[in-house]
């Protein structure tokens, strides 16, 4: 069974930073799509970081303005998303997703949904 199990997430003040984790099992990396979304109360799904096979590149939502990076360990199964200079705004729930069949770049993640998921963690940023 594939299962995704994030961590890392916190009460952080506006400027902090978090650096998130998704260990994953039940499949490899290699042909994959994968990446984290957050969804803040109320609010759409917001994509925030995806890789795809299809194309080897990592996209970024234009509003993290290179304060985030998402990066992979595939001898540790376990796929990260470090945060700096956070802002109130991106307080929610933040989820890493994954499918093992992409059908299109890592842009296209940014607004669609994958196969699997993991159940979240927590991420609140006060000013």
């Known amino acids: 069974d594939v299962q995704l199990v994030e961590s890392g997430g916190g009460t952080v003040q506006a400027g902090g930073s978090l650096r998130l984790s998704c260990a994953v099992s039940?499949?490899?990396?290699?042909?994959?799509?994968i990446g984290w979304y957050r969804q803040a109360p109320g609010k759409e799904r917001e994509g925030v970081a995806y890789?795809?096979?299809?194309?080897?590149?990592?996209y970024y939502a234009v509003s993290l303005k290179d304060r985030f990076t998402m990066s992979r360990d595939t001898a540790k199964n376990t796929l990260y998303l470090q945060m700096n200079s956070l802002v109130p705004e991106e307080t929610g729930v933040y989820y890493c997703?994954?499918?093992?069949?992409?059908?299109?770049?890592?842009?296209?993640?940014?607004?669609?949904?994958?196969?699997?998921w993991g159940k979240g963690t927590q991420v609140t940023v006060y000013s």
């Open positions: 997703d994954e499918t093992a069949n992409p059908v299109g770049s890592g842009s296209y993640y940014l607004y669609y949904n994958m196969e699997y």
């Open positions: 039940g499949f490899t990396f290699d042909g994959s799509a």
């Open positions: 890789f795809s096979s299809r194309d080897s590149t990592t």
